[in-house]
Nanobody, 124 residues
Framework: QVQLVESGGGLVQAGGSLRLSCAVS????????MGWFRQAPGKEREFVAT????????SYADSVKERITISRDNDKNKVYLQMNSLKPEDEAVYYC?????????????????WGQGTRVTVSS
């Protein structure tokens, strides 16, 4: 069983930064591609960023490019989302997700495991 636990959300002023973390249980973390998605109130869950099993390939939503960086530490079974220059429109619950293949995907239906989410609130 794979479990994902996000942390690092909170309240930040517009223009500020947050670093989200996702701890993943299971011995096969290094063979999973990972993703971050977000869901704002009344909206569909949307793709934010994804990273391949080795960290060698990443992909970002256009709305967050240049401001957000995804990374992973396979020794610690963790994936991170560094968010800079936050905007009010970034406010959402952020979810970590794992897919049991090595390669990235921007599609939420391609992910097998999900965390409970961590809330990010951006004040203007």
């Amino acid at each position: 069983q794979v479990q994902l636990v996000e942390s690092g959300g909170g309240l930040v002023q517009a223009g500020g930064s947050l670093r989200l973390s996702c701890a993943v249980s299971g011995r096969t973390f290094s063979s999973y591609a990972m993703g971050w998605f977000r869901q704002a109130p009344g909206k569909e869950r949307e793709f934010v960023a994804t990273i391949s099993w080795s960290g060698g390939r990443t992909s970002y939503a256009d709305s967050v490019k240049e401001r957000i960086t995804i990374s992973r530490d396979n020794d610690k079974n963790k994936v991170y989302l560094q968010m800079n220059s936050l905007k009010p429109e970034d406010e959402a619950v952020y979810y970590c997700a794992a897919r049991s293949v090595r390669f990235t995907s921007t599609m939420k239906d391609d992910y097998n495991y999900w965390g409970q989410g961590t809330r990010v609130t951006v004040s203007s």
